[in-house]
Structures are given as structure tokens and as C-alpha cells.
């Protein structure tokens, strides 16, 4: 299509300056000569830049696929959720701390590549549950951390337990092998006023709570939670 429609106006365009350069006695030489010329040029060369420059598009959504996904588990990556909150810092909503438990004991037995395995396939759970406008992303290792927008903290709580069961619920077959892992995680209401980090280091906190009290459950801050907010529906 580039390289007809870039043939057609330079032809117009060349033609055009027949009638302006040459007397009309040579025209019924020199304009079928013209288009030949313009013809034999012009569609080769738009083919050849036409061709780069699907390659450089290529090529460059490739690198922003690299920046903002992560490559194992396709959510966002560690510096695309934070570039992604630095755009809205008054963004209101729940942040999660997701850790899958006893995950060294998973490479130690089966090894890495079903370690690898087991955080893709949490990862898709994480992505399947939350809602469009949510963030999932792989913080670091077998940690996630999703923001739920809008979502204050009866919601967040809710909507976190459904993700720990969810977790629970979902068996990964691995060659014959069928693994089942669970998840804790905790959470921390951001308020409008609040930075992503802090959000984020409650949640931790809260998630260490979590780890230590058992694992395979879930444990919230209750560091900027109105006691008087109603618990909302997650949706």
C-alpha cells in the first residue's frame, strides 16, 4: 500500500512537470517515458524502505515488550509498575505483596526449570483474577507485587484471599507431575497522599506477618485503614 500510494503521487507529480517543462508536441513521448521510469524506480525503492521500516517497528515494540513485560511470566516488570505509578502518584488503591511459600524447596527438588514453571503458572492465576486496570508484576524471584485500583481495603482483603485460594486450587501439571504450591500475601491500603514505596513496605511487613504465622494465608496492614470504610465489592 506505501509503495503505491508513494508511486501514484510521484507520478502525478512527474507527469505534472511534463506539461510544465516540455512542449506538447514531445508529450506523447516523454510522459509514457516518465511513468516507466517513476514505475521502475519508485516501487522497488518503497518496497526496500518500506521493509525497514516494518523491521524498525518490529524491532522497537519488541524492545518495549522487553522493558515492560517480564520474559518468563509476560506481567508488567519491576521498573514498568513503577514508571506505570509515577505517572498516577496519587493513585488510591490496594497494594499486594505476593510470595510463593517454600519455593527453594521447589528447585531443590524438582529443579529450576519446574521452578521457573510454578512462577509462570502463579503468575497466570494472579493475571486471570485481577481486573484490566489492575498491575501485576514480578517484583523479583518468586515475589509479585499487583496494585488494585480503586479498591480500599475490605476490598483488597477480599480480593486477596481469592487470589491465595485461587493459587491453592490450581494444580500445575508438570510432565506427569502434578504440583500444587500456595501463596502468602499481604496488603496495604494506599491513600491518594501515600508513595507507591511506602504502599509497598507496608505490604511487606504484612506479608512477613503472613510467612511467619504459617504461610498460605493472608495478612493486611492496618496502617491508613479508616475503620469506619465499608468493605466494597471488588469489580
Do not use: W
Amino acid at each position: 500500500m506505501f509503495a503505491v500510494v508513494v508511486t501514484v503521487i510521484s507520478m502525478v507529480s512527474a507527469v505534472s512537470m511534463n506539461y510544465l517543462i516540455f512542449p506538447a508536441a514531445f508529450l506523447g513521448r516523454t510522459v509514457p517515458g516518465t511513468m516507466i521510469i517513476v514505475t521502475l524506480v519508485s516501487i522497488p525503492t518503497c518496497l526496500f524502505v518500506g521493509a525497514k521500516v516494518r523491521e524498525n517497528v518490529r524491532l522497537s515494540e519488541e524492545l518495549r515488550r522487553l522493558v515492560e513485560r517480564d520474559r518468563l511470566t509476560d506481567v508488567a516488570t519491576r521498573d514498568f509498575f513503577f514508571s506505570q505509578m509515577a505517572q498516577e502518584p496519587d493513585a488510591y488503591g490496594m497494594s499486594l505483596m505476593v510470595d510463593i511459600d517454600f519455593f527453594k524447596r521447589v528447585n531443590d527438588t524438582y529443579g529450576h526449570l519446574t521452578g521457573d514453571k510454578v512462577i509462570s503458572h502463579v503468575a497466570a492465576v494472579l493475571q486471570d483474577e485481577v481486573r484490566p486496570k489492575d498491575i501485576v508484576c514480578r517484583f523479583g524471584g518468586e515475589e509479585f507485587v499487583i496494585f488494585l485500583a480503586d479498591a480500599d481495603h475490605g476490598a483488597g482483603a477480599v480480593m486477596a484471599e481469592r487470589l491465595r485460594a485461587a493459587v491453592a486450587n490450581s494444580p500445575i501439571d508438570d510432565a506427569g507431575t502434578t504440583l500444587s504450591v500456595t501463596v502468602s500475601i499481604g496488603g496495604s491500603l494506599k491513600q491518594a497522599t501515600d508513595h507507591i514505596e511506602t504502599a509497598i513496605q507496608r505490604a511487606d511487613d504484612a506479608l512477613y506477618r503472613a510467612k511467619n504465622g504459617g504461610r498460605n494465608q493472608v495478612h493486611m496492614s492496618s496502617i491508613g485503614n479508616p475503620r469506619s470504610a465499608p468493605v466494597a465489592k471488588y469489580a
